[in-house]
T-cell receptor, first 111, second 117 residues
């Protein structure tokens, strides 16, 4: 039920790009992306609800594939402030509606 | 004017004790949540509470109980604390839950770092 993220960790130099993937064996109702800096609370980035949807701005954007089983987060021209752990999250319909965070991706941007 | 606040920020206690963590949101949101983040940073939902409807994650021991005196507060009571309860506990809120699933942004509190000795 918990989405699987890849990679588990990535180290970038400032200005480099990164892609974080979030996958599920079943279709997801929605995908949420959050970033958590060390010692802080998760902070919302964006939500995708529709298959084929793309959202965000030129620096940080995300996509949701047509089958709604995979989402990717794109970080372009990374900055030091992008460092943190990125989580995708998804809802499950039916009895006992729950929200599941993914396994997390640690991203470190170095000068 | 913190949106979601939690107290205490740090909690160190002995095994077997009973403790509470308080959460308040001033956003006017309808739904509140409790999450547990373990040492490996896995975030797991424990409870969600919406208009007096409580949804419990089946993996949560019944030593944990949420209590909501009103829409702006959702406190977490933990009885007979165990070593494995050591973690960071986050409270969160969202405007509403539509069609039974979460479509809204969640706003997180700063977290309570619980250490059970």
């Amino acid at each position: 039920q918990q989405p699987v993220q890849s990679p588990q960790a990535v180290i970038l130099r400032e200005g480099e790009d990164a892609v974080i993937n979030c996958s599920s064996s079943k279709a997801l109702y929605s995908v949420h992306w959050y970033r958590q800096k060390h010692g802080e609370a998760p902070v919302f980035l964006m939500i995708l609800l529709k298959g084929g949807e793309q959202k965000g701005h030129e620096k940080i954007s995300a996509s949701f594939n047509e089958k709604k089983q995979q989402s990717s987060l794109y970080l372009t021209a990374s900055q030091l402030s992008y460092s943190g752990t990125y989580f995708c999250g998804t809802s499950k319909t039916g009895p006992g509606n729950q929200f599941y965070f993914g396994t997390g991706t640690s991203l470190t941007v170095i000068p | 004017d913190t949106a979601v606040s939690q107290t205490p920020k740090y909690l160190v206690t002995q095994m077997g004790n009973d403790k509470s963590i308080k959460c308040e949101q001033n956003l006017g949101h309808d739904t509140m949540y409790w999450y547990k983040q373990d040492s490996k940073k896995f975030l797991k939902i424990m409870f969600s509470y919406n208009n007096k409807e409580l949804i419990i994650n089946e993996t949560v021991p019944n030593r944990f109980s949420p209590k909501s005196p009103d829409k702006a507060h959702l406190n977490l009571h933990i009885n007979s604390l165990e070593l494995g309860d050591s973690a960071v506990y986050f409270c969160a809120s969202s405007p509403r839950r539509s069609s039974g699933v979460l479509q809204e942004t969640q706003y997180f509190g700063p977290g309570t770092r619980l250490l059970v000795l």
